[in-house]
């Protein structure tokens, strides 16, 4: 659905995990390890056990060779956990590097008076500053971000959003905003520069995917808080074990409760945390969108309540022709026939749907003399399209206004009450006219897209409620809300209302999310918890909305959610895995430490490990690998079905519940396997 | 066999049938709508000279300060009491450490009992030092469950009610009508209520005998209906004239869970969802059933090595008394260790190593088997926040509980209260070992020994008060580390989970959707039992290996200690 800027990155991208290898070990910068709590607890341990193998080495103890190797997995975990933050934002600088490529550099010509194109100086690109204004001439890139103060030009924005098809970029209205990196293919713009070098969209969007500006969002800071909470109850619990097996008459090698303490703190969610929220970060960029807080994501996993304008995302923003509506003293061929010559060269759909309603309806056959048709296109500024016939008849088609505007303003009230009642019933007048004389209206109705209703059938599912808002008058409203299969709708939206609903489901609790695209949209994107704003849209809206579409396209927000879900879904699939692995931990380790005080508890050692050595080896190598074998998913995210809570969760817990239980009994005991053919232990 | 679980079954249709009805009432008496005693309210009222609405601060504060002030005058009574009257004994006044610990232990409503009741308190200490805290510990724990049930039911609100009222409504219409009205019927069963001291007996030997009186069915009634525990004689509930006969033991045993049962159903109502207090009765009634099942399993099986000596069909009868045998020891031992309640009658002590260790795992989960009077409720309802936050994870929103969203504070201050069980129970117990205080204390050598020492820090830091017994907790080190752990059992959860029902009350509930996951199905239900029993054994595991399950194995093994 959504134009990709950059290839796939592959998962095992060589490049990247090159990179990844080094930076892993960069990243045992304390500074940086504090950050995380759990793996910070395991570095320190790590140390401390450096140390004491080092002793055992030197005074030739008896656990030194084991104690050797338990220090060597501790370092490996620490840097598993850093690999795998390495290798997310790896994949997020590979994307960026594809942006920064697009940055422009060099010079921009600044004008030193906003009304005289012709004069203006040389200024470098990174001194630009907001509030100066710039030209830019076709075939030249637009350096920042800004907007169009003077000229109409077509703007190609493929560097940004994928899609090849120049756009038109004009001043005023809600077309006039531009994106640094993108180039003009025609024509000129005076620009008002917005945000500084460095600042600009591309630059938050590269800043987003490398991770360098990443905060930790609301809820992992919780998620942060309750690992450490459990990172001190196990330190409690093993610090506290050399008295009870003292008071056993055993005593257990400090490395032993090292091990113990490591294998136990979730190790695993702990050192994949920053790379689901690197990876999450990640996919949305991958969909064009750019978040300006990671708080919007998971905002956007929360939403209750989905507003959709109704053109352009609900229904195609282009109508098709339903009917040939003629004025008194014309009949509906004759309609047809002006009307299907005027379409002939259209390649719009409207154009296109004119011709088969004509077709279908009048079987017109395409006319010998074709090439000499002089086919007048659609354009801006005259707001209608066209043929010249070899006879002289100038047929054209067009709004309302702009025909009127051609025919010399001459009121005809047959034809205004067709354009009325048409404008009513939600759909498009569109008038002909040949000559100075008005023919009558070709009704545009409203389609709405083919899938759509399936996409609100799932959100639905989801739990959020889809309003579509329109302008168009209630009965309209109601009977595309009922076809498109909407749970509520906003009829005769103005920005006023469309900002009292928000409040309104606010006030019941509920999280909106909305997405707009002109200046009069900004307080409602600002009000709603999640607001995209298009990025065809005005700087008022892209300043309000929290995330912006590169795409500019409003069903992007149903992908938003899913990300914005697939990463809460992550972290507690992960934190539970983490957490129940720890049950057949402590059955390969707690056997291992008690056995020589008393035999009989042989019976824990459910796995069988071959020896006290081998349990304790296995279980810290498990520990290790089981971060770099869970990197996948953290990048990738868990999947993601729209399915109630209630399946969700069931569903989750049974692969990542009980998985988590039942996968280390078998991992610990391969590896113990593996250990004694090695005789490592 | 068939006759136990024909007994345990009677017994929970009883509970049940007596906690829904209880449950209606109190909601009844806390959203105020019982007034049948409102002279009295508004006197006391008067007395307190406060009605305003309080913030989760306020709240905190005020039950702190009625506790401090609880303490201060306890343990004046006690320290003082050869200078009061209702001696008839003569008994001394307590040394400082006892006075401390029996104060605080009475004041977080553990009970727990380093002295022994006939022969150190006076009557007056009993009546007026002990029973009124069995009143007002109990009250304040029910109070704490209400404030936090507005809590969380609020809507962008500041406050969660007054103590005061709250306290005193919990006292006059709840406490003090069910003690007298049970305290009548035990009297009625054959219990003392004396004011004179003992009478002498001749037994059939011919021998003269002391036996000791006092004002007991008084203190027995809300000893078990207040989660208490504290008995009037040192054996507690075991000894006759506390509980005479097998119909004041049901009684007994009714009691002692049916406030903590009840409040199950009370929150449901005082949130306006009674599913979730369906829930939630039903999560606990689930590890209450396991905790059952385990210990009846342990104590039918008996010891292995008395197998050749004793009738295996009779199970392990040590330290039971004959005239309640083992499915009406065994029930006591789970209610009394799940609900807080901490009275016992039998010696848990003598319980098999494996029952042993599930009294001792009851308590060790942090008293939420329905637990004390309000405050189980309360505890349960941080593992609640904990599973939520995990669960809601995996749904994929913001978790929420109530419609409330559950972020940074609230989890915080939930997973604090994770720290509670392992400080009091494992740091209390290692500190114990390490300066040598433990292995002076306990009876029993090898990993017994080490499961009498868990035994009493799990009692104290779960304000339980039951006693494994064989350890001497009456010394200057245990009566001061063991009145820390009961401190921190106490108000190490009741302070965060007063500041979370604060944090929610502010927030707006969101309206359900079939995006939020329901946390009155089977799967929460079934995920919050998983959550409490992984949390717990991952905790406590090690600890218990090296005890009662070393003990266990050895036992298989035939090794004694």
């Known amino acids: 659905m959504s134009k990709h ?66 220090t060597l997995w501790l370092w490996f975990t620490v840097l598993f956990a850093n690999f795998a933050e390495a290798v997310a934002e790896g994949r997020g600088k590979a994307r960026a590097d594809t942006f920064r490529a697009t940055r422009s550099k060099g010079h921009a010509r600044v004008l030193l008076d906003p009304a005289n194109r012709n004069l203006w100086e040389h200024e470098e690109v990174d001194l630009l500053e907001p509030g100066e204004v710039i030209l830019v001439e076709a075939g030249e890139l637009i350096p920042t971000d800004g907007e169009v103060i003077e000229g109409v030009a077509s703007v190609n924005e493929s560097a940004i959003t994928g899609e090849s098809a120049p756009v038109i970029r004009e001043a005023g209205g809600d077309r006039s905003s531009v994106t640094g990196g993108t180039s003009l293919v025609s024509d000129w713009l005076v620009i008002r520069v917005t945000a500084r070098s460095g600042e600009t969209f591309l630059d938050r969007m590269i800043a987003m995917v490398e991770g360098a500006k990443r905060q930790k969002t609301p809820n992992e800071i919780a998620l942060d808080i309750l690992l450490a909470a459990l990172t001190l109850v196990f330190l409690l619990v093993v610090v506290t074990l050399p008295f009870y097996a003292s008071w056993s008459g055993t005593s257990i090698p400090v490395i032993y409760l090292i091990a113990l303490f490591v294998t136990l703190i979730p190790t695993t969610i702990g050192g994949l945390l920053s790379a689901i929220g690197i990876a999450g970060m990640d996919r949305l960029v991958k969909a064009n969108v750019i978040a300006k807080s990671g708080r919007a994501v998971e905002a956007a996993g929360d939403i209750d309540v989905l507003l959709l304008d109704k053109t352009g995302t609900i229904t ?101 009450a067709i354009v009325r009642r048409i404008a009513s019933a939600g759909g498009t007048p569109l008038v002909v006219a040949q000559g100075g004389t008005v023919l009558g209206v070709v009704y545009l109705k409203d389609i709405v897209k083919p899938g759509i209703r399936e996409r609100f059938a799932e959100l639905r599912r989801m739990g959020i409620r889809t309003v579509m808002i329109t302008g168009d008058n209630p009965l309209t409203a109601a009977s595309i809300a009922a076809e498109a299969g909407v749970d509520d709708f906003l009829a005769e939206a103005t920005p006023e209302k469309k900002l009292e609903l928000i409040r309104k489901e606010q006030a019941e609790g509920k999280l909106v999310a909305m997405c707009g695209d002109g200046s009069n949209d900004a307080p409602a994107l600002a009000q709603a918890d999640v607001g995209v704003a298009m990025n065809t849209g005005t700087p008022a809206a892209k300043e309000a909305g929290n995330l912006i579409d590169l795409d500019s396209d409003p069903t992007k927000l149903i992908e938003i959610v899913l990300v914005g879900k697939q990463l809460l879904i992550s972290r507690g699939a992960l934190t539970t895995f983490s957490i129940a692995n720890d049950v057949a931990k402590y059955f390969a380790i707690l056997p291992a430490l008690f056995i020589a005080a008393y035999p009989g508890l042989g019976v824990l050692n459910l796995m069988g490990l071959a020896s006290p050595e081998s349990a304790i080896l296995s279980a810290i190598i498990f520990n290790a690998l089981v971060i770099i074998a869970l990197i996948p998913i953290a990048l990738k995210g868990v999947r993601y079905q729209p399915a109630s809570a209630s399946s969700l969760l069931a569903r989750n817990m049974l692969i990542y519940g009980l998985g988590g239980l039942v996968v280390p009994f078998v991992g610990i005991k391969a590896i113990d396997l593996i250990v004694n053919a090695l005789r490592l232990a | 066999m068939q006759s136990d679980l024909l007994q345990a ?312 008394e004959v005239r309640f045998g083992v499915v009406n020891s065994v029930l006591w031992a789970v209610a009394t260790t799940a609900a807080s309640n901490g009275s016992v009658n039998a010696m848990h002590d003598s319980l098999t190593p494996l029952g042993g260790m599930v009294a001792m795992v009851n308590m060790q989960l942090g008293e939420i088997i329905y637990g004390g009077a309000g405050v189980g409720l309360t505890g349960m309802l941080l593992f609640v926040i904990l599973t939520v936050f995990l669960a809601g994870l995996m749904v994929g929103r913001t978790p929420e509980y109530l419609g409330k969203k559950i972020e940074s504070r609230e989890v915080k201050l939930a997973a604090l209260t994770l720290l509670v069980t392992p400080i009091g129970v494992l740091v209390l117990g290692a500190i114990a070992i390490a300066t040598g205080h433990a292995q002076t204390s306990v009876q029993d050598a090898g990993p017994h020994g080490l499961s009498e020492l868990i035994y009493v820090y799990s009692s104290a830091t779960g304000n339980n008060g039951s006693a494994f017994a064989g350890f001497t907790a009456n010394t200057p080190f245990h009566n001061t580390m063991l009145g820390l752990a009961m401190l921190l059992g106490r108000f190490g959860y009741i302070i965060p989970i007063l500041a979370i029902a604060g ?59």
């Open chain 2, 503 to 561: 944090s929610l009350a502010t927030k707006t509930p969101a309206a359900a959707t079939a995006g939020t996951f329901p946390t009155h199905g089977p799967v929460f239900i079934t995920l919050l039992v998983l959550t409490i029993l992984i949390v717990g054994a991952l905790t406590f595991l090690p600890v218990l290996a090296l005890g009662p399950i070393a003990e266990h194995v050895s036992l298989l093994l035939g090794r004694t200690f």
């Open chain 1, 5 to 70: 800027v950059s290839a796939e990155i592959g998962l095992f991208e060589p490049a990247i995990l090159k990179t990844a290898v080094k930076q892993a070990v960069l990243k045992l910068n304390p500074k940086g390890l504090a950050r995380n709590p759990v793996i910070f607890s395991t570095a320190l341990v790590s140390v401390l056990a450096t140390i004491l193998t080092i002793r055992e080495g030197v005074t030739g103890g008896a656990t030194f060779w084991i104690g050797l190797q338990i």
């Open chain 1, 316 to 416: 195609f923003g282009n109508r098709m022709a339903d009917a040939f509506e003629p004025v008194e003293g014309v009949s509906e061929r004759e309609l047809a026939e002006a009307a299907w010559l005027t379409s002939l060269a259209d390649e719009t759909p409207e154009g296109k749907s004119i011709v088969e309603l004509a077709v279908k309806k009048f079987g017109f056959a395409t006319p010998e003399n074709r090439e000499k048709l002089t086919f007048v296109p659609f354009t801006a500024q005259t707001r209608m399209s066209g043929v010249d016939l070899p006879d002289g008849r100038r047929i054209r088609k067009g709004a309302s206004d702009a025909i009127r505007e051609l025919v010399g303003g001459v009121h005809n009230e047959r034809l205004e």
């Open chain 2, 9 to 320: 079954g009677l017994y929970a249709l009883a509970l049940f049938t007596a906690a829904v009805p209880l449950g209606w009432y109190m909601a009844k008496v806390f959203t105020g709508s019982i007034t049948f005693l409102a002279p009295v309210e508004r006197l006391l009222m008067g007395a307190a000279g406060e009605h305003r609405e309080q913030g989760w601060k306020a709240y905190a504060a005020s039950l702190l300060l009625f506790n401090a002030v609880g303490f201060a005058l306890l343990f004046s009574i006690l320290m003082l009491q050869h200078r009061m009257p209702l001696n008839p004994q003569g008994f001394d006044g307590l040394t400082w450490h006892l006075a401390l610990n029996t104060a605080i232990s009475f004041i977080t409503n553990t009970n727990w009992q380093s002295y022994g009741g006939e022969t150190t308190l006076s009557h007056l200490s009993q009546m007026m030092g002990l029973t009124t805290q069995n009143f007002l510990s109990a009250a304040s724990g029910m109070a704490v469950a209400v404030a936090v049930a507005r809590g969380f039911a609020a809507r962008q609100a500041r406050y969660l009610g007054n103590f005061w009222s709250d306290m005193t409504r919990g006292t006059l219409y709840i406490l003090l009508p069910g003690a007298i009205m049970l305290a009548l019927l035990f009297l009625a069963l054959g219990m003392p209520q004396t004011l004179s001291a003992s009478v002498e007996a001749t037994t059939l030997e011919g021998a003269k005998q002391t036996l000791s009186l006092g004002p007991v069915a008084s203190q027995v009634a809300i000893k078990q209906l207040g989660t208490n525990g504290g008995g009037f004689f040192n054996v507690n509930s075991a000894h006759p004239f506390e509980n005479p006969n097998a119909i004041t033991n049901f009684l007994s045993m009714l009691a002692i869970l049916v406030i903590p049962v009840a409040f199950t159903f009370t929150y449901g109502r005082l949130i306006g969802d009674k599913r979730q207090g369906r829930a939630l009765f039903a999560a606990m009634g689930i590890l209450l059933v396991a905790a059952f099942t385990a210990l009846y399993a342990a104590e039918r099986f008996g010891n292995p090595l008395h197998a050749a000596f004793s009738d295996p069909a009779g199970g392990n009868m040590e330290g039971k």
